[in-house]
């Protein structure tokens, strides 16, 4: 079955940078668009960046653009954001995202920017 285990969250203060990391299993991770998404209290999941199959192509939020850089790693079934300059707005869960027939999460994991 499709799992997503992210990890790498944590306090930060503002102007600092976090990696996180999302190990998937139980598909063929090389062939799939992987995405990160945030979700911040009281607001709705919002996509954050997204990668192609290949790594070719990524998407950013207006947001995050020029702060945040995603990747991955096809050999390690691994989803990587990288997150820099970080304010206290980008307080949030960030969870990884593939579709495959239908939506898969994974747990989440939580990032808080102190100013």
């Known amino acids: 079955q499709v799992q997503l285990v992210e990890s790498g969250g944590g306090l930060v203060q503002a102007g600092g940078s976090l990696r996180l990391s999302c190990a998937a299993s139980?598909?063929?991770?090389?062939?799939?668009?992987m995405r990160w998404y945030r979700q911040a209290p009281g607001k709705e999941r919002e996509l954050v960046a997204r990668?192609?199959?290949?790594?070719?192509?990524?998407l950013y939020a207006d947001s995050v653009k020029g702060r945040f850089t995603i990747s991955r790693d096809n050999a390690k079934n691994t989803v990587y954001l990288q997150m820099n300059s970080l304010k206290p707005e980008d307080t949030a869960v960030y969870y990884c995202?593939?579709?495959?027939?239908?939506?898969?999460w994974g747990q989440g994991t939580q990032v808080t920017v102190s100013s």
């Open positions: 139980g598909f063929t991770f090389s062939s799939y668009t």
């Open positions: 990668i192609t199959s290949t790594g070719d192509a990524t």
């Open positions: 995202n593939v579709i495959r027939s239908r939506n898969y």
